[in-house]
């Protein structure tokens, strides 16, 4: 079973930066797509953003788009969350997750396609 652990949460002004990092725990973190997705208090668990086993493609939700950038280290096993002009509308726990396989169109930006979950890290923009 794989774990996966995020860091890097905290508090940010609006307007701020922060880097969230999830480290896996299994030499096998290479052959999972990763995704991280954020959810606030009674709100659905939103897609923020998505990158491919090699690294070579990413996907990002749209409110996102230009202020955040994922990335991945294989040979450390971690995925990174770089953020951007954060809003305060963006205060959420934060997940990171990994998919073992994509059953298709989209699959990227589904939370019921990933098979594996972090436990978060909250991350509160203050306005």
């Known amino acids: 079973q794989e774990q996966l652990v995020e860091s890097g949460g905290g508090l940010v002004q609006a307007g701020g930066s922060l880097r969230l990092s999830c480290v896996a725990s299994?030499?096998?973190?290479?052959?999972?797509?990763m995704g991280w997705f954020r959810q606030a208090p009674g709100k659905e668990r939103e897609f923020v953003a998505a990158i491919t086993l090699s690294g070579t493609i990413t996907y990002y939700g749209d409110s996102v788009k230009g202020r955040f950038t994922i990335s991945r280290d294989n040979a450390k096993n971690t995925v990174n969350l770089q953020m951007n002009s954060l809003k305060p509308e963006e205060t959420a726990e934060y997940y990171c997750?990994?998919?073992?396989?994509?059953?298709?169109?989209?699959?990227?930006?589904?939370?019921?396609?990933?098979?594996?979950w972090g436990q978060g890290t909250q991350v509160t923009v203050s306005s």
């Open positions: 997750a990994g998919l073992n396989r994509c059953s298709g169109s989209g699959c990227y930006r589904s939370s019921y396609e990933y098979d594996y």
């Open positions: 299994r030499r096998a973190f290479s052959s999972y797509a």
